[in-house]
């Protein structure tokens, strides 16, 4: 048995934390390569190298995010977690963490031969929008209490925008053949053209 009870105010001032640094970390994943095609530059190409750390680091700060929404679900506070998070919210949730671990277990040179790089792309493709719309749905259910989220989701947005912008630039049979997947593969790594390439 616990002797205690975590201090509720504690517990939800870790999610909102992590949910902060796991939102970051998402967006410069998910705009890498965007920005190394449409800005190239020595800052943006070191993103772009360390894409697949970064998308770890993100798995590792939404973990940290689920282990303490779990803390409040079941043993600081169930009754306000229940009117906070409604069951839509989580399932989308859900969701969104299975593609974070499906993508997360299959950041490695292996997976990528396992899979085939077809495979493997569609599948960081999908989950990193489906992380994408969790983030937004997140933001969009809070604004009429919280304007403030306003903010939050207009840069979710601009990021899916920027993606728009640099797969437009690059010639159809390169979009089609890579779609842009959060978490870089280093198994065959290609250059970067001017026009840009979907990594």
């Not at 993100?58 to 977690?81: N, R, T, Y």
Request: aromatic share 10%; charged share 15%; hydrophobic share 55%.
């Amino acid at each position: 048995m616990i002797p205690f009870t975590p201090d509720v105010d504690d517990i939800r001032l870790l999610i909102r934390i992590t949910a902060r640094s796991s939102m970051l970390l998402f967006l410069l994943a998910f705009t890498a390569s965007a920005v190394a095609r449409l800005w190239p530059s020595a800052r943006s190409r070191w993103m772009l190298r360390h894409r697949r750390q970064i998308g770890l680091m993100f798995w590792a700060s939404h973990v940290v995010h689920a282990l303490a929404i779990g803390a409040l679900a079941v043993w600081a506070a169930p009754e306000l977690f229940a009117q906070l998070t409604p069951l839509p919210s989580r399932v989308l949730g859900g969701a969104g963490y299975v593609a974070l671990i499906a993508m997360a277990a299959t950041s490695n040179d292996r997976a990528v031969a396992w899979l085939g790089r077809a495979r493997w792309q569609r599948l960081h493709s999908w989950g990193a929008h489906l992380i994408w719309l969790v983030f937004v749905m997140s933001c969009v259910k809070r604004i009429p209490l919280q304007p403030v989220y306003t903010a939050p989701l207009l840069v979710l947005l601009a990021a899916m925008g920027l993606r728009w912008w640099a797969a437009r630039r690059q010639p159809a049979s390169q979009a089609q053949a890579a779609p842009l997947p959060l978490i870089k593969a280093s198994m065959t790594p290609a250059p970067l053209p001017p026009s840009g390439s979907s990594s």
